[in-house]
């Protein structure tokens, strides 16, 4: 598993290889195939802002648990903001993708796997 020091929560897995500067972000919720939420976009933003802190960080490695990377947006979820107001639809996509746009911008390389 992961060693002392990295960081866990109900939906993302972050560690530090320390002797190569290569981090491992894995997108941990197999059982909704790493599904697109809210509450993974928070947990990917504040492993995002781990990563800004940490000193000798050459590379981030994004991976998914299970058989699926990710499907991406939730259908169902989808449906439940089709009716919403473009400021609200706005902010909820916001909540899901923030993390992933600050992903892509770290000063250094990001590599799905």
């Known amino acids: 598993g992961p060693p002392d020091g990295s960081v866990r929560d109900d939906l993302v ?3 530090l290889d320390e002797e190569t500067g290569v ?3 894995e997108l941990h919720d197999p059982a909704h195939f790493n599904t697109f ?3 993974l976009g928070a947990s990917v933003l504040k492993a995002v802002r781990h ?4 000193s000798g960080l050459r590379a981030v490695v994004l991976s998914g ?9 939730n259908p169902h979820q ?7 107001s473009l400021p609200a639809l706005a902010f909820v996509l916001r909540q ?3 993390g992933f746009l600050e992903l892509s911008s770290l000063p250094v390389p990001v590599v799905a796997a």
């Open 96 to 98: 899901v993708y923030r």
């Open 23 to 25: 981090a491992q972000l």
């Open 78 to 84: 989808l449906r439940t903001v089709a009716d919403l």
């Open 37 to 39: 939420s809210p509450g």
């Open 65 to 73: 648990a299970g058989r699926h990377f990710s499907v991406g947006g």
């Open 13 to 15: 897995r972050l560690w």
């Open 51 to 54: 990563l800004r802190g940490l």
